[in-house]
């Protein structure tokens, strides 16, 4: 089964900080990865996905994601982030479920909080 | 377009009490999801259609739990009877393809249900 683990609850930044949220998952085959965002009171949108070719991917918003399939990871970064950031990520992963279908699988999210 | 609508929003209600969420995919989308969110647990998929027909409900935590999706427009989820353990926040997304394929599901704004 598939596995997705993100190593931190609650990150808080200033303005104009550099972010980087860690994402790791389990799985043994071939996989797809995708951050989710969901702003205060909105709903879960799509950040960025990763599905072959060049592992950096870059996003909405200025945000970009690392695969790094060595280490199992995929991070998510923004060289400086903004108020308008605060909110709540999910990275997710999903891979062939064994029924001829995929499924996605999220991590437990990590809250950011940006202070102007 | 109209996103995904979900209804109620918030829902209180006392042990023992039979609850039904709703859910209306956006018009086209031939997949439809349930996820529940806690804070222990984060997101887990309970239960997906397509095409209306339910294709894997390994998610559904026990028989109290029962989903249905009589058309491609409208789904209901349905706990009976309901427990304190059952708060939590329930999601429906829909998709074109399994979220693995585009990566993209498109979610709703939630239900936030409260078993006293």
């Known amino acids: 089964a598939q596995s997705v683990s993100q190593h931190n609850h609650h990150v808080i930044l200033s303005e104009a900080a550099s972010l980087e949220l860690g994402c790791n998952y389990s799985?043994?085959?071939?996989?797809?990865l995708f951050w989710y965002v969901q702003y205060p009171g909105q709903h879960l949108q799509l950040l960025l996905k990763y599905f072959s070719g060049d592992p950096l991917v870059k996003g909405i918003k200025g945000f970009e994601a690392e695969f790094i399939k060595s280490k199992f990871s995929f991070n998510l970064r923004k060289p400086s982030v903004q108020w308008s950031d605060t909110a709540e990520y999910f990275c997710a992963v999903s891979g062939d479920s064994g029924a001829g279908s995929y499924q996605l699988t999220f991590g437990k999210g990590t809250k950011l909080s940006v202070i102007p | 377009d109209a996103g995904v609508i979900q209804s109620p929003r918030h829902e209180v209600t006392e042990m023992g009490q039979e609850v039904t969420l709703r859910c209306k995919p956006i018009s086209g989308h031939d997949y439809l999801f349930w996820y529940r969110q806690t804070m222990m647990r984060g997101l887990e998929l309970l239960i997906y259609?397509?095409?209306?027909?339910?294709?894997?409900d390994s998610g559904m935590p026990e028989d109290r739990f029962s989903a249905k999706m009589p058309n491609a427009s409208f789904s209901t989820l349905k706990i009976q009877p309901s427990e304190p353990r059952d708060s939590a926040v329930y999601f429906c997304?829909?998709?074109?393809?399994?979220?693995?394929?585009?990566?993209?599901?498109?979610f709703g704004e939630g239900s936030r249900l409260t078993v006293l």
């Open positions: 997304a829909s998709s074109f393809f399994p979220g693995g394929y585009t990566g993209e599901l498109f």
């Open positions: 799985y043994g085959g071939t996989v797809n």
């Open positions: 259609f397509n095409n209306n027909v339910p294709i894997d």
